[in-house]
């Protein structure tokens, strides 16, 4: 098993470019100087190996293989601590982010691995967005939200015609087509979400993964997000970290559910059709988890 | 200080009670079953009368498990064997409330019979009524408990009960064709027993809601396939 030592390599200071915004276009410069990840068909979108995702010395995440399919939407579930989004933010290398974070093992998106030591990871999260829990416009208009990622990664096409489809892709562009230079902080907390969401297809990614992306929301908008991600999931194969699992029955393909270890460490212990996990699962702590006896 | 519930333990104390509500409702069926067979055994009009009245108890008892089984799913939001089993007993609650109507078709013919003299004593319909209701008493025991084993067992009891039929239909059959004079009156039992036949039927459902709830598998118990292929 090829194992890298990718974050907080202190002998190595590599330079890395955080973009947790993944709002580098690929016709930057920099994303031109690395190896472009190349796309070839598969029926897998993006696959953990033997992942294996620490915190100095404290192993959170143990040993995870998973295969997630394209163009659909896998929901990750599991009670708390159990290395949910620690999973998640493995797959786009945000990770990185935190300091005393590192992890063994590979990532391999589209069959390449995205922790090897020549992949830019701006180029990764530029594949591989991200939507996190609570809505985090700019303070600027709701019109450079959408474009400035773009821009400042030198998109020299049609800035009007990207912003109002990836505002009409978010399923929102109704509701703001007519005050675009206003503030993206004078919206509803559902409208910045699918504002964030529009953000984030604005530079065309691949994968989007979702860190709890309905939990600060009302049920009208925890609703349209639903609806919203049923319909990027048509163009997009999407990842969802969630604690409600009504959420996860209802919008997601498959399910995987994530458990803590004896040893605290968070293993993938059931990862099937949502449909079969949530009526059968094959095992008694998934049961548990989910008919609400543990978590 | 009183002790206060989980969450989890308020859902298990509603699916113990609800189950208890079911065991009730089979209870009803059971004893409604027994009247009306013995009401045309004894030719009892009253008897007859307060069993096919019974019938509407049934219904209410029914619609009360299915409208408490609503209100969990509704606001409990249960997963996995929980839903299984709230989706079960909606089933078993309509099958017990159609074993109920049977019960009731036996308890109509004692009253359509009226004061015609019985063809024959009546013997083997008390049986199969026996056999039919024991079946039923041990079916919903499996179900409450859980008992996959158990349920698989029960079906088996249901040829005997077949037999049963297929004998009464047999000796209905000479009384009708020595003399035609008794066709109505032969056709009503034979119209009684095929009622109990189904209510074992059903029973044979039951089970295999049982074994839908451990297993998660929906699997066919009913063995009369088998029979006609073998013919």
Same mark, same amino acid.
């Given at each position: ?48 190996? *033997?992942? #294996? %995702? /620490?915190?100095? $010395?404290?192993?959170? =995440? ?15 579930i ?32 589209? *069959?390449? #691995? %995205? /922790?090897?030591? $020549?992949?830019?990871? =701006? ?119 969630t604690h409600n699992m009504q959420q996860a029955a ?28 949530f ?10 988890y989910i ?5 | ?76 939001q249960?997963l ?152």
């Amino acid at each position: 098993m090829r194992i890298e030592r990718i974050f907080a390599d202190k002998n190595k200071k590599r330079k890395i470019r955080v973009d947790p915004l993944n709002l580098c276009h690929p016709r930057s410069n920099h994303a031109q100087s690395k190896r472009e990840l190349i796309m070839t068909n598969n029926n897998y979108a993006i696959e953990a190996r *033997g992942l #294996n %995702i /620490y915190y100095d $010395d404290f192993l959170a =995440v143990r040993d995870v293989n998973l295969k997630i399919e394209a163009r659909k939407i896998t929901a990750i579930i599991g009670p708390s601590g159990c290395g949910k989004s620690t999973m998640l933010r493995a797959f786009n290398r945000m990770n990185e982010l935190v300091p005393s974070a590192w992890a063994k093992g590979e990532v391999l998106y589209h *069959g390449e #691995n %995205i /922790y090897a030591p $020549d992949v830019d990871p =701006v180029e990764v999260r530029r594949r591989i967005g991200m939507v996190f829990q609570k809505p985090n416009p700019f303070p600027k208009s709701i019109y450079e939200n959408v474009a400035w990622g773009a821009r400042i990664n030198g998109y020299r096409g049609n800035m009007d015609e990207l912003v109002e489809q990836s505002l009409r892709g978010a399923a929102i562009w109704d509701e703001v087509k007519d005050k675009l230079d206003q503030s993206g902080l004078s919206l509803s907390g559902g409208q910045q979400q699918r504002l964030c969401i529009a953000r984030t297809i604005a530079i065309k990614p691949d994968i989007i993964l979702m860190d709890e992306p309905a939990s600060a929301l009302d049920p009208i908008a925890t609703l349209k997000i639903e609806e919203l991600m049923h319909e990027l999931s048509k163009e997009f194969t999407i990842i969802v970290v969630t604690h409600n699992m009504q959420q996860a029955a209802r919008v997601s393909d498959f399910t995987a559910f994530f458990n803590l270890g004896e040893d605290r460490a968070g293993v993938l212990e059931e990862y099937d059709k949502t449909n079969k996990l949530f009526t059968n699962p094959a095992k008694q702590t998934t049961e548990d988890y989910i008919t609400g006896r543990f978590g | 200080m009183m002790k206060t519930l989980t969450p989890r333990e308020t859902f298990d104390r509603q699916l113990a009670e609800l189950k208890d509500q079911l065991l009730v409702l089979g209870s009803m069926v059971e004893q409604m079953t027994l009247d009306a067979v013995d009401a045309l055994k004894r030719r009892d009009i009253e008897a007859a009368r307060n069993a096919y009245a019974y019938d509407q108890q049934i219904n209410a008892k029914r619609f009360e498990i299915e409208s408490t089984c609503i209100t969990i799913i509704a606001t409990q939001q249960p997963l996995a064997r929980d839903l299984r089993l709230l989706a079960s007993v909606l089933e078993v609650a309509t099958e017990l409330e159609r074993m109920g109507d049977y019960a009731k078709g036996v308890a109509r013919i004692c009253l359509l019979m009226k004061d015609n003299p019985p063809i024959k004593p009546i013997t083997d319909l008390p049986r199969m009524a026996e056999i039919t209701t024991d079946m039923l008493r041990r079916a919903l025991g499996a179900f409450v408990a859980g008992d996959a084993e158990q349920a698989a067992q029960i079906p088996q009891d249901d040829d005997a009960v077949d037999d049963l039929y297929n004998q009464i239909n047999r000796v209905l059959l000479t009384y009708m064709m020595a003399d035609p004079a008794t066709i109505d009156r032969a056709n009503y039992l034979t119209w009684a027993a095929h009622n109990l036949e189904r209510m074992a039927d059903r029973v044979t459902n039951i089970c295999e809601r049982t074994i839908y709830i451990v297993t998660g598998e929906m699997k066919e118990l009913d063995r009369s396939d088998d029979e006609i292929s073998k013919t």
